[in-house]
């Protein structure tokens, strides 16, 4: 089995500022994903990479930016938070296969604004 | 584009009550269909899947049946129990699209009482 690990459990910061959150997975998975959680509107996606320093952009991207250094590793930036940004963010990687890949999801961290 | 369509807010049972949460599914190809389910304070875990049409996913008591006639997927278990309270997600990946990328709905929380 592996893990997904995100870093930290709860991130905050002030209004304007730049802040990142970190993800690392060793299942030697290809691709990964960050989605965020709102309450009442599910898991929407903003970022993924299928394989190292590769960059897509999902139905969320605005405001945010992805880094995919290493294959192991996985980052997104806020690029400037704002109180209406308050969400979990869901960082998940996968295994490709024909039919539609299986997601394993970390365990989430929660962005707070002040 | 392609969306989930899932019973929206809240179901609230009691033990040995049968659930149903109904799932219908929008996609310009041939789907696979997910279900996962997020316990507090988790990730979302992948519950099972189906690929084909009629093909029945399965697992811990919960089922659905992939219905390409009527676009569904309900998710359907005889005897809830307590530990069955959490949220889930009806979700699909679409080979016509980005094999990559699942579309989420946007959640379901089951809640229990003994």
């Known amino acids: 089995g592996g893990i997904i690990t995100q870093t930290p459990k709860f991130l905050i910061g002030q209004e304007g500022q730049k802040l990142t959150l970190k993800c690392q997975q060793n299942f030697n998975h290809d691709t990964m994903y960050w989605y965020r959680q709102d309450s009442g509107k599910g898991l929407r996606l903003i970022y993924y990479?299928?394989?190292?320093?590769?960059?897509q952009k999902g139905d969320l991207s605005e405001g945010y930016d992805a880094s995919r250094e290493k294959k192991s590793s996985f980052s997104l930036t806020v690029t400037s938070a704002q109180k209406n940004e308050m969400a979990v963010f869901l960082c998940?990687?996968?295994?490709?296969?024909?039919?539609?890949?299986?997601?394993?999801f970390g365990e989430g961290s929660r962005l707070i604004v002040v | 584009g392609d969306s989930v369509t899932q019973t929206e807010g809240q179901v609230a049972l009691s033990e040995e009550d049968f659930l149903t949460i109904h799932c219908n599914y929008s996609a310009s190809g041939y789907p696979t269909l997910f279900w996962y389910v997020q316990y507090p304070g988790e990730g979302p875990q992948l519950l099972f899947r189906?690929?084909?049409?009629?093909e029945k996913g399965s697992s811990r008591g919960f089922e659905a049946t992939y219905d390409k006639g009527t676009t569904s997927f309900h998710l359907r278990k005889a005897s809830v129990q307590e530990s069955d309270s959490a949220v889930y997600y009806c979700a699909l990946s679409d080979l016509g699209g980005s094999n990559y990328k699942l579309t989420f709905g946007k959640g379901t929380l089951l809640t229990v009482t003994p």
């Open positions: 990479s299928i394989t190292e320093n590769d960059l």
């Open positions: 189906a690929s084909r049409d009629k």
């Open positions: 998940a990687s996968s295994t490709d296969r024909v039919g539609g890949n299986t997601l394993y």
